[in-house]
């Protein structure tokens, strides 16, 4: 069992639809990152948390660390949000989900 | 501009041809790290660092080396490359595991 569960796997969505993506996981953690693929391939760091909820513009993170589970939003979704998403969660080292593909269609 | 320089974009190579991806940043990060993404596997870690002369082993350690001489600098060594090593890597850095990370552009590495 992967350490590391993101659910969906693939996503699919409207122009305007609210989006979530689910990462549990298994162990320990300290902190949980989640980033962002578009195709092409560049990673962007999207948030960095280890308690509570964050916001930054259409994206919310949220975590509990009691329930070793964090949830990405996104509110309004646009085609330009298309793209893998990925958790990561931070014991001593790093220790990535296998991402959700997410496509949005006009 | 704040960045995460990693060189090349794409290598083809031989097996057993020694070879060298670069990784280079500009803001200070004492934390480095590098992975590889596979298709169905996400990205694995192969090595990472806290700081100048300091590196451990990540989950994927085996073939490959690193080294951390000077704090901007963190290369990927391939002494044998082998073709189970064709991948896409990427180069990261922060202030800490627990800090933003900034991540290089990816190397396309074709092993034949």
């Known amino acids: 069992k992967n350490e590391v569960e993101q659910s969906p796997q693939n996503l699919t969505a409207q122009e305007g639809e609210f989006i979530t993506i689910n990462c549990s996981y298994s162990v320990g953690i300290s902190a949980l990152h989640w980033l962002q693929q578009h195709p092409g391939g560049g990673i962007v760091s999207l948030f960095m948390l280890s308690s509570g909820k964050k916001k930054h513009g259409r994206l919310i993170a949220t975590i509990n660390i009691q329930e070793k589970h964090s949830s990405l939003h996104i509110t309004a979704s646009h085609p330009r949000d298309s793209a893998v998403y990925i958790c990561?969660?931070?014991?001593?080292?790093?220790?990535f989900g296998t991402g959700t593909r997410l496509q949005v269609f006009p | 501009e704040a960045q995460v320089t990693q060189n090349p974009r794409y290598l083809i190579t031989v097996t057993g041809k020694k070879l060298t991806v670069t990784c280079s940043q500009n803001?200070?990060?004492?934390?480095m790290s590098w992975y590889r993404q596979d298709p169905g596997l996400g990205l694995r870690q192969i090595y990472y660092s806290m700081n100048v002369e300091v590196t451990d082993k990540g989950d994927v350690p085996e073939g490959y080396k690193v080294s951390r001489k000077e704090k901007r600098n963190f290369p990927l060594i391939l002494e044998s490359p082998s073709p189970n090593q064709t991948s896409l890597y990427f180069c990261?850095?922060?202030?800490?595991?627990?800090?933003?990370?900034?991540f290089g552009n990816g190397t396309r590495l074709t092993v034949t």
């Open positions: 803001m200070n990060h004492e934390y």
């Open positions: 990261a850095s922060s202030f800490g595991v627990s800090s933003p990370l900034h």
């Open positions: 990561a969660v931070v014991v001593d080292k790093l220790i």
